[in-house]
């Protein structure tokens, strides 16, 4: 009977699915924050892989800053539709033109802190 052994990555690979199951089967209502970098890039293809070939039983949450580049925002959407994921997204814009937080001035102005906000809003 050949030996059963995994390379230290299949077994992160294994654990990290395991994760993402027991998430889905444990909450009622959990998310996948998507930023569209390569941390939750990877993270959604491992989603992916835990429910094939059924669809993620969690949407992807993104936070648009407003200062993506365009061609971040259409791959969003692309690798989303590719996976079939249902994607949700919060605008740091639009919680700004609602009053909901205030634009930060100066040089060193970040809407970082502003997701905060918009995160809970949209969850």
Do not use: C
Not at 21 to 38: C, M
Not at 63 to 76: Q, V
Request: aromatic content about 8%; glycine content about 6%.
């Amino acid at each position: 009977m050949p030996d059963y052994h995994l390379s230290h990555l299949d077994q992160l690979e294994a654990e990290a699915i395991f994760v993402l199951r027991e998430t889905a089967a444990q909450f009622e209502n959990p998310a996948l924050l998507f930023s569209g970098g390569k941390d939750s890039i990877v993270m959604a293809h491992l989603a992916h892989k835990a429910f094939w070939p059924a669809r993620l039983p969690f949407p992807l949450v993104h936070i648009d800053t407003g200062h993506n580049f365009r061609e971040t925002i259409e791959y969003r959407d692309a690798f989303a539709g590719r996976l079939g994921a249902r994607l949700v997204v919060g605008s740091v814009q639009k919680s700004i033109d609602e009053g909901r937080v205030q634009e930060e001035q100066g040089a060193n102005a970040s809407r970082n802190s502003l997701q905060i906000t918009t995160l809970l809003d949209t969850i």
